[in-house]
């Protein structure tokens, strides 16, 4: 499978660097908005093609799948000029800008008969089957509250805080704490409460979200982009909880008892090694145009469009709106 990258900022040198060593794979184009910027990308991750456009890499029929590595604001445009060039794609989280970005990128795709799915790497990881067999074992009894939180000092980076390039919090950090709400226990929400305080720019900085589900589960998360957290995850039960360590990168899932009155500690599950993380995503890409199917199994369009939508409700509660939504 050859991947061309459309972007060369920083997350698509994390993917360079996760392709180099996958078998079957290969690192084949990288498109940036100057040739020179393209070319030395292309020298330091040995990438055959270098193209100065993003139009150019997109008219290259030996282009089996692109990525999208450009800011939130430009997902839409460039997976619909990919789609109609006849290119599958694998677009970075968050998907688009808003649900109804989404779902004209998803119908176009399904139009077309073409792959697209979401790049929210924790949907693909072998963590996510553990957690998974965690909570469905019956080891932490009924489930009763998820918590979350995600924080990186990433302010002083332009597309976290620029609204024009649909910066913020929200598209960047909370989709995955709303990702790993939603993998715990489904998405039949009954109430989303939501609250921000802004930037200097007008966009979310921080955020803290809470879910009521229907059965009365609750979920409760906060992210921020002026500090590192812990990024821990808890999942707990009238059985016992269980611990994530780092929910953006599982690293380590400890399991604990129900004693009231200190920690009692059950088990401690070792995630696998890996490249960068990426390279889940990636396989599973293959593995789907192997199969002809044009959407993952691990985050189908279905998913991609009700998180879209979950933010779309909570920016609506901030009320935030781009500027390219006016």
């Known amino acids: 499978m050859r991947v061309g990258i459309l972007g060369a900022g920083g997350i698509a040198k994390e993917m360079a660097k996760t392709i180099a060593p996958l078998a079957d794979v290969e690192s084949y184009a990288i498109a940036a908005r100057d040739y020179d910027r393209a070319d030395a990308f292309a020298k330091e991750w040995g990438f055959e093609k270098a193209y100065g456009s993003y139009e150019d890499m997109l008219s290259d029929d030996k282009v089996d799948l692109v990525y999208i590595a450009v800011p939130h604001s430009h997902h839409h445009k460039w997976t619909i000029e990919a789609l109609n060039a006849g290119r599958n794609v694998l677009c ?3 998907f688009a800008a808003n649900a109804e970005q989404a779902e004209e990128m998803i119908a176009l795709a399904e139009e077309k008969k073409l792959l697209l799915t979401e790049a929210i790497w924790t949907r693909y990881m072998p ?10 074992s019956g080891k932490l009894g009924k489930i009763v509250t998820i918590d979350s939180n995600l924080g990186y000092r990433i302010n002083m980076n332009e597309r976290m805080v620029k609204p024009e390039l649909a910066g913020g919090c929200l598209l960047d950090l909370t989709v995955y704490t709303l990702n790993f709400s939603s993998m715990i226990h489904g998405n039949d929400i009954k109430r989303i409460c939501a609250s921000m305080v802004p930037t200097d720019t007008g966009v979310d900085g921080q955020d803290s979200i809470m879910l009521e589900y229907s059965d009365g589960v609750m979920a409760s998360m906060f992210t921020t982009m002026y500090s ?3 990024r821990r995850g808890l999942v707990c039960g009238t059985d016992g909880f269980m611990c994530i360590q ?33 390279e889940y995503e990636v396989l599973a890409c293959k ?13 189908p ?14 920016r609506e509660q901030y009320g935030i709106v781009f500027p390219f939504e006016k």
């Open 92 to 94: 970075e989280k968050s």
């Open 301 to 314: 369009h279905s998913e991609t469009l009700t998180i879209m939508r979950q933010m779309d409700v909570i």
């Open 246 to 278: 780092n929910i953006n990168n599982p690293e380590k899932i400890t399991i604990f008892g129900p004693d009231r009155t200190h920690y009692d500690l059950k088990e401690e599950i070792s995630v696998p090694d890996q490249i960068t993380g990426y």
């Open 228 to 230: 590192l957290t812990d």
């Open 287 to 299: 593995r789907a145009l192997e199969e002809g199917k044009i959407e993952c199994d691990e985050m």
């Open 127 to 136: 963590s996510r089957k553990i957690i998974d067999d965690v909570v469905k």
